[in-house]
C-alpha cells in the first residue's frame, strides 16, 4: 500500500525557516517524480515543486530562490527546505506521487 506522511509544519516568524519532510511508504521514491503541493485557506491546492527520478528539480516561481527540495533515498523521504518565509506561504503542504496526496502539514506564517 501507498502512503505518504509529511511532518515538521509550525508556526513561525517571517523570514523564518521550516524544513518538511515526507516519509514514503510501499514504493521506492528514488524511481518516482514527487511533488510538494499546498493548499491555503480557503483556495485551491498549488504546485509547489516537484523532482523526477533523475533528480531534476523544478519550482513555482512564487517559492523559487526560497524553497529546495530534495530526497534522501536511503530513509525514503522527500524534504523541503523553506527559507525566507512570507505569511502567504501559509498552507497545508502535503507530498505527492502515484497519484496520491499524503496527510499534510501546517505550516503557519506569522508575526
Known amino acids: 500500500e501507498v502512503q505518504l506522511q509529511a511532518s515538521g509544519g509550525g508556526l513561525v516568524h517571517p523570514g523564518g525557516s521550516l524544513n518538511l519532510s515526507c516519509v514514503a511508504a510501499g514504493f521506492t521514491i528514488g524511481n518516482d517524480a514527487m511533488t510538494w503541493v499546498r493548499q491555503a485557506p480557503g483556495k485551491d491546492f498549488e504546485w509547489v515543486s516537484s523532482?523526477?527520478?533523475?533528480?531534476?528539480?523544478t519550482y513555482s516561481e512564487t517559492v523559487k530562490g526560497r524553497f529546495t527540495i530534495s530526497r534522501e533515498n536511503a530513509k525514503n523521504t522527500l524534504y523541503l527546505q523553506m527559507n525566507s518565509l512570507k505569511p502567504e506561504d501559509t498552507a497545508v503542504y502535503h507530498c505527492?506521487?502515484?497519484?496520491?496526496r499524503g496527510q499534510g502539514t501546517l505550516v503557519t506564517v506569522s508575526s
Open positions: 523532482i523526477n527520478s533523475a533528480g531534476i528539480r
Open positions: 505527492q506521487a502515484r497519484g496520491l
